[in-house]
Antibody, heavy 125, light 111 residues
Framework: EVQLVESGGGLVQPGGSLILSCVASGFTVSSNSMSWVRQAPGKGLEWVSGIYSGDTTYYTDSVKGRFTISRDNSKNTLYLQMNSLRTEDTAMYYC???????????????????WGQGTLVTVSS | QSLLTQPPSVSGAPGQRVTISCTGSSSNIGAGFEVHWYQQLPGTAPKVFIYSNTNRPSGVPERFSGSKSGTSASLAITGLQAEDEADYYCQSYDNSLSAYVFGSGTKVTVL
């Protein structure tokens, strides 16, 4: 059974840093594409960052240069290093295992197949 | 502002059919990227309900179906039930942003 458990959230002042962790079980993080998705209080979902084959990483524009996604294969864990935090980064942060259909002529578009329960990050003075 | 537009809310009586639209553009849905749909119950993490435009994961009721045409996609719920009351989000990829994008979300209310 696939399980994802996030931790590391909390209250931090603007300009501060946090590291979020997501421990996976039931599958290998290194063999899967993974994402972080966030949801501000009372708002919709926003994809934040993803890590793909060859450890290629991508970020939404608002976090580029501030956030870093990485994974530790020995611990089967996904991370999100968040620096220079802003009040607008306040949100529930979910990690997700990504998947996509494979066709003989191409690959499909990634979707977030499995989700953790989330960890809350609050940026406030 | 989301690149994928959904109606803020839809409602229907039990047993009725409701549809949720997801309107994009030539840089996302219209570019051929697949559309996926998620259900989010209050206080819980989202769950994928439709993937790759039309496919239901195991465990998702058959009354849920997805379609895609041009720059838009739709999620239909046939035979609405009380437990379907939730927020629903569409998701795709946008090649102008080089990012995955979600719709603005739709709250389904069962009257």
């Amino acid at each position: 059974e696939v399980q994802l458990v996030e931790s590391g959230g909390g209250l931090v002042q603007p300009g501060g840093s946090l590291i979020l962790s997501c421990v996976a079980s039931g599958f290998t993080v290194s063999s899967n594409s993974m994402s972080w998705v966030r949801q501000a209080p009372g708002k919709g979902l926003e994809w934040v960052s993803g890590i793909y084959s060859g450890d290629t990483t991508y970020y939404t524009d608002s976090v580029k240069g501030r956030f870093t996604i990485s994974r530790d294969n020995s611990k089967n864990t996904l991370y999100l290093q968040m620096n220079s935090l802003r009040t607008e980064d306040t949100a529930m942060y979910y990690c997700a295992r990504d998947d996509r259909r494979t066709y003989y002529y191409s690959s499909g578009t990634y979707y977030h197949a499995d989700w953790g329960q989330g960890t809350l990050v609050t940026v406030s003075s | 502002q989301s690149l994928l537009t959904q109606p803020p809310s839809v409602s229907g009586a039990p047993g009725q059919r409701v549809t949720i639209s997801c309107t994009g553009s030539s840089s996302n849905i219209g570019a051929g990227f697949e559309v996926h749909w998620y259900q989010q119950l209050p206080g819980t993490a989202p769950k994928v309900f439709i993937y790759s435009n039309t496919n239901r994961p195991s465990g998702v009721p058959e009354r849920f179906s997805g379609s895609k045409s041009g720059t838009s996609a739709s999620l239909a719920i046939t035979g609405l039930q009380a437990e379907d009351e939730a927020d629903y989000y569409c998701q795709s990829y946008d090649n102008s942003l080089s990012a995955y994008v979600f719709g603005s979300g739709t709250k389904v209310t069962v009257l």
